[in-house]
């Protein structure tokens, strides 16, 4: 008998405020109840949201304090679902935490809201979020069932780039699977986050637990993301559903683009310097025989033309005899002590790219790309791209097609050779969920 559910992604992005994007959250699944879809799984970072373009005033060795704001209201948009820094786990899920005097529940509310939105609707909510726990975030996964509320949720063990200054790290012992039952279908679901989805030894520790559908919430919108999913899908033989946010420009946090923080810098007196930096002079470089660099001013010396820049001909005038290895051009810099200090000129490729400053306010700082793929890799829904609102793809899935791909494919079991080759993960049991 067939085994079939309908699931659906949702492209939606971040609202002005975690209220905001709560109700907007509501909204979607009161529209997905009405289509009679069983589960929706919303993008990474989509409650608290994913700061794209920020920078928290981070460089190394140093951060400003426009990055502190803005760290400070990054921090504020975050949920607090009541868990520990450390993180709970089961005693979290079943509500055995200790609850402040006078206090109904832990943290503030948005657990319940979620485990209200699902209950109401009869369906199945998964969500990335951001959680604020102590005094550090974490980008993490719910699994909301209407019937038991929570039953799960994860942390992203492994943040990605500059997300590791502003996320902690989660515990691998999350990344647990979770079983439920749909009308009549069983699943073990689990979620990889971002590029974790990247890291095969986690995806691994997911087929391992007999995965059927596999949630991967990002924040990647290239178009290698799909051909990921697809080899995903195949490789545990488990339906798969990435959704991603889309964003135009305009639609960031306002503390993103800075005016509002340039407000509070100049009631705190801490308003930064916007000057120019020192004129550079453009130089071109060569090699006499003995293997020493001259810097030669540019003037009188076109850099454009192709003689003096590709290391085959120099001015004859200029002439040190046979050059070893193509001159490089360099610009010339001046340090506060009045020293010169030459720097390689960026390539053309590089130099060209735009910078985010003065882009317009319509350019998509996000594309989407969100998609549904069956167990065998095939595409069945999107990839999405550039919906940034109401973007709900849906799809009715058998589930007997896992059980099917196994005939030739169970990378966890008969294709493993697990007498040979073995993982284990700190805190977790990786074999499948009774």
Same mark, same amino acid.
């Given at each position: 008998?067939?085994?079939?559910?309908?699931?659906?992604?949702?492209?939606? $992005?971040?609202?002005?405020?975690?209220?905001?994007?709560?109700?907007?959250?509501?909204?979607?699944?009161?529209?997905?109840?009405?289509?009679?879809?069983?589960?929706?799984?919303?993008?990474?970072? =989509?409650?608290?949201?994913?700061?794209?373009?920020?920078?928290?005033?981070?460089?190394?060795?140093?951060?400003?304090?426009?990055?502190?704001?803005?760290?400070?209201? =990054?921090?504020?948009?975050?949920?607090?679902?009541?868990?520990?820094?450390?993180?709970?786990?089961?005693?979290?899920?079943?509500? !055995?935490?200790?609850?402040?005097?006078?206090?109904?529940?832990?943290? #503030?509310?948005?657990?319940?809201?979620?485990?209200?939105?699902?209950? @109401?609707?009869?369906?199945?909510?998964?969500?990335?979020?951001?959680?604020?726990?102590?005094?550090?975030?974490?980008?993490?996964? +719910?699994?909301?069932?209407?019937?038991?509320?929570?039953?799960?949720?994860?942390?992203?063990?492994?943040?990605? %780039?500059?997300?590791?200054?502003?996320?902690?790290?989660?515990?691998? @012992?999350?990344?647990?699977?979770?079983?439920?039952?749909?009308?009549?279908?069983?699943?073990?679901? @689990?979620?990889?986050?971002?590029?974790?989805?990247?890291?095969?030894?986690?995806?691994?520790?997911?087929?391992?637990?007999?995965?059927?559908? =596999?949630?991967?919430?990002?924040?990647?919108?290239?178009?290698?993301?799909?051909?990921?999913? $697809?080899?995903?899908?195949?490789?545990?033989?488990? +339906?798969?559903?990435? @959704?991603?946010?889309? +964003?135009?420009?305009?639609?960031?946090?306002?503390?993103?683009?800075?005016?509002?923080?340039?407000? !509070?810098?100049? $009631?705190? %007196?801490?308003?930064?310097?916007?000057?120019?930096?020192?004129?550079?002079? /453009?130089?071109?470089?060569?090699?006499?025989? *003995?293997?020493?660099?001259?810097?030669?001013?540019?003037?009188?010396?076109?850099?454009?033309?192709?003689? =003096?820049?590709? %290391?085959?001909?120099?001015?004859?005038?200029?002439?040190?005899?046979?050059?070893? !290895?193509?001159?490089?051009? /360099?610009?010339?810099?001046?340090?506060? *002590?009045?020293?010169?200090?030459?720097?390689?000129?960026?390539?053309?490729?590089?130099?060209?790219?735009?910078?985010?400053?003065?882009?317009?306010?319509?350019?998509?700082? /996000?594309?989407?790309?969100?998609?549904?793929?069956?167990?065998?890799?095939?595409?069945?829904?999107?990839?999405?791209?550039?919906?940034?609102?109401?973007?709900?793809?849906?799809?009715?899935?058998?589930?007997?097609?896992?059980?099917? %791909?196994?005939? #030739?494919?169970?990378?966890?079991?008969?294709?493993?050779?697990? &007498?040979?080759?073995?993982?284990?993960?700190?805190?977790? &049991?990786?074999?499948?969920?009774?």
């Amino acid at each position: 008998m067939p085994q079939i559910l309908k699931l659906a992604v949702a492209q939606s $992005r971040t609202l002005s405020s975690t209220a905001e994007t709560l109700s907007a959250l509501a909204s979607t699944i009161r529209t997905a109840a009405q289509q009679h879809i069983h589960l929706v799984l919303f993008p990474e970072a =989509y409650l608290g949201g994913y700061p794209r373009t920020c920078t928290f005033g981070a460089a190394v060795g140093a951060r400003d304090a426009t990055g502190h704001e803005q760290f400070l209201q =990054y921090f504020h948009s975050a949920v607090d679902l009541g868990d520990t820094p450390a993180g709970a786990g089961d005693d979290w899920v079943e509500r !055995k935490l200790l609850i402040a005097k006078g206090k109904e529940y832990r943290g #503030d509310g948005t657990r319940e809201e979620l485990e209200r939105i699902a209950r @109401a609707t009869g369906v199945f909510v998964v969500t990335g979020l951001i959680e604020r726990a102590g005094g550090s975030l974490y980008c993490g996964v +719910v699994y909301v069932c209407p019937k038991l509320g929570i039953i799960g949720k994860r942390r992203k063990v492994m943040p990605t %780039g500059s997300e590791r200054l502003i996320w902690a790290q989660g515990s691998p @012992a999350t990344l647990k699977a979770v079983t439920t039952e749909i009308a009549g279908v069983r699943l073990t679901l @689990a979620a990889a986050i971002c590029w974790e989805n990247y890291m095969p030894l986690l995806r691994y520790s997911l087929y391992s637990q007999n995965v059927n559908l =596999y949630l991967a919430p990002t924040a990647d919108g290239r178009d290698t993301w799909v051909p990921l999913m $697809r080899t995903i899908a195949c490789e545990g033989r488990a +339906v798969v559903l990435s @959704a991603n946010q889309c +964003v135009r420009r305009r639609n960031l946090p306002e503390w993103i683009g800075g005016d509002q923080l340039r407000e !509070k810098e100049d $009631r705190i %007196g801490t308003k930064s310097q916007h000057t120019n930096p020192p004129r550079r002079r /453009s130089s071109v470089m060569t090699k006499t025989e *003995d293997n020493h660099e001259i810097n030669w001013p540019s003037s009188g010396i076109p850099l454009g033309d192709e003689r =003096y820049t590709n %290391g085959s001909h120099v001015p004859e005038d200029l002439e040190l005899g046979s050059l070893p !290895k193509p001159r490089r051009t /360099s610009v010339i810099t001046r340090t506060t *002590d009045n020293n010169e200090i030459a720097l390689p000129a960026a390539p053309a490729s590089i130099a060209e790219q735009p910078t985010l400053e003065g882009e317009d306010d319509e350019d998509f700082v /996000s594309l989407g790309g969100s998609c549904i793929v069956d167990p065998t890799g095939t595409v069945l829904a999107g990839p999405l791209w550039k919906v940034e609102d109401g973007g709900l793809l849906a799809v009715e899935v058998d589930f007997e097609d896992c059980e099917r %791909g196994r005939l #030739d494919l169970d990378v966890a079991g008969s294709y493993s050779r697990n &007498d040979a080759f073995k993982l284990e993960v700190t805190g977790l &049991d990786i074999n499948p969920p009774p």
